[in-house]
């Protein structure tokens, strides 16, 4: 039973704004805050409750309490390895607040995986995972939780649970990448290196996420497996939403409890879409920076390794981990930074409630001293005619699924096969002469860029569309899939960095902005956005 491994049940009060009718009690976790403590919201399919307990309110945080976390000032040298500026993140369901609660005995690792796993079964979540890692997750969880009674090291993610998508391997599991043509794979011998940095970090793998079969989508509708919930709009709105993909369960497990972060992918945009539409942090380093060893490719010159979190500072923690680094954080007010806003393509078709909160947090920003110019930038009217031989991803998953089509092909979901085959018809001169024209592109938009510390877009033009017309219609969802990858495909077409931060009011549908630059200016965009999101949070 949940309760014995989670803790005990208590009463709780809730906020006025929360319907009584909707609670009857809250499984409260190991050393959870006291009667009366304010509790935001629970979900009802990933809280946890005892047998005959119910609960039907809106979907959102498990437990998200306001109080302070102190820092582990007493910790032995070597036990607390985060980032110095991140220890203090704020509590719920962040990276930094589990770590802070498990190091000072608020929380067991064996209570977040037991946690997790429950989320992962609940309707809500269904079809957010493809395959548990239940056994392995909870013996690892045990294994970290006796490393710490014993005074041991036990990483930076103190045995946080982390998903992981479905084209990365992870040993003893086969890696199906969302499709059925991989239905017989053998399982991995070993874990994919970004796993394997994820598993020495201390963090406790819950399962596969599921995904757009190979990544080719940025809808996140997958026919083989089912499609996730959209988990950032069911408390808002009663249509099923499109998640975002390609990372669609991937996101969706964190939104509802199913893991603290998301280890994802992103090449033209599968991290930044699914956690613009769902509400959550997406951050796409520059490519050269995390290692794509032991991953299903879709564009070996574009697939980005990266992850999904809560907040901004947890995307540092995983950028951390997944790239081996430290990054150098630049802790200066927001006055002090000077962003370019692009008018180009960017702002093109956006609809009412994008625009309205784009507007409405550049006035935030620019209220708290950004300074934000207006720039033309026709650069960017120029990537149409770069892909228009069908771009990188066509011909280099040709390449990857030529023999596997000739024998499987059936299996393919329509969608996906008809843009790998586009692949088929690129000559090698066509390639070569891509690779030149992305080259002299990314030199005039770093000139064009020259003097500013970062570029701020929305993420994507429109909030997550209706599920249903994309699924009944071709041209529908052809059609979505381009708007939704318009605006992040080009930082990966520049080789560059970009994180997408929720800007929505609260009760609007998510929406993302996007914080954006060239390669390898990694550390000034997690830097911005830092402050940006500090910004934000007091205009909610």
Not at 478 to 501: P, Y
Request: aromatic share 4%; charged share 20%.
């Amino acid at each position: 039973m949940y309760g014995a491994i989670l803790g005990f049940q208590k009463r709780v009060w809730c906020p006025k704004w929360t319907p009584a009718s909707s609670i009857s009690r809250i499984v409260v976790g190991i050393g959870a805050p006291k009667v009366g403590s304010r509790i935001r919201r629970e979900s009802p399919a990933c809280g946890l409750a005892a047998a005959g307990d119910t609960f039907r309110g809106p979907v959102r945080d498990w437990l998200d309490c306001e109080q302070t976390v102190p820092r582990a000032t007493n910790d032995p040298p070597g036990r607390t390895q985060l980032n110095p500026r991140i220890v203090a993140a704020p509590t719920g369901h962040t990276l930094a607040g589990h770590h802070a609660a498990v190091l000072a005995g608020r929380d067991s690792i064996e209570a977040a995986a037991g946690r997790a796993l429950h989320a992962a079964k609940t309707k809500a979540c269904d079809k957010a995972y493809v395959r548990l890692f239940e056994a392995s997750a909870l013996a690892s969880a045990s294994a970290l939780q006796a490393m710490l009674r014993g005074g041991a090291p036990i990483g930076t993610l103190a045995g946080a649970p982390i998903s992981v998508k479905d084209l990365y391997d992870v040993a003893g599991f086969a890696t199906t990448a969302g499709s059925a043509t991989m239905h017989d794979a053998p399982p991995a011998s070993h874990d994919s290196l970004a796993v394997a940095r994820v598993r020495a970090a201390g963090g406790v793998l819950i399962g596969h996420t599921n995904m757009s079969e190979f990544a080719f989508s940025g809808v996140g509708i997958n026919p083989h497996c089912g499609t996730p919930a959209n988990g950032g709009t069911l408390a808002l709105d009663a249509t099923a939403r499109a998640p975002g993909g390609s990372t669609s369960g991937g996101a969706t497990s964190v939104v509802l409890g199913a893991a603290l972060a998301a280890l994802g992918s992103d090449t033209g945009g599968s991290i930044r879409i699914p956690a613009a539409l769902q509400g959550l942090v997406g951050f796409k380093n520059t490519q050269r920076l995390t290692p794509l060893q032991g991953t299903v490719p879709l564009s070996t010159t574009l697939d980005t390794v990266c992850a999904i979190t809560r907040d901004v500072r947890d995307a540092v923690t995983m950028h951390e981990i997944l790239a081996q680094r430290r990054v150098a954080l630049d802790a200066r007010p927001l006055a002090a930074w000077r962003f370019a806003l692009p008018r180009t393509l960017m702002l093109d078709a956006l609809d009412a409630t994008v625009a309205a909160a784009f507007e409405r947090t550049l006035h935030a920003l620019r209220t708290a001293g950004a300074r934000i110019e207006e720039i033309a930038l026709p650069e960017l009217a120029e990537v149409a005619g770069i892909n228009a031989s069908g771009g990188f991803s066509p011909p280099e998953a040709w390449a990857w699924h030529r023999r596997r089509m000739a024998e499987r092909g059936a299996g393919y979901d329509p969608r996906v096969a008809l843009r790998i085959r586009r692949g088929e018809s690129m000559s090698a001169a066509d390639y070569i002469d891509l690779l030149r024209s992305r080259e002299l592109w990314i030199e005039r938009m770093a000139l064009a860029l020259r003097g500013f510390d970062a570029a701020l877009s929305p993420t994507v033009p429109i909030v997550a569309p209706p599920l249903a017309p994309l699924l009944a219609d071709d041209d529908a969802f052809f059609a979505a899939n381009g708007k939704l990858l318009r605006n992040t495909s080009v930082v990966n077409l520049l080789d560059g960095c970009a994180l997408s931060l929720p800007c929505q009011r609260d009760g609007e549908l998510p929406v993302g902005l996007m914080v954006w630059a060239g390669a390898l200016a990694d550390d000034a965009v997690l830097s911005a956005s830092l402050a940006i999101e500090a910004a934000l949070r007091g205009e909610r």
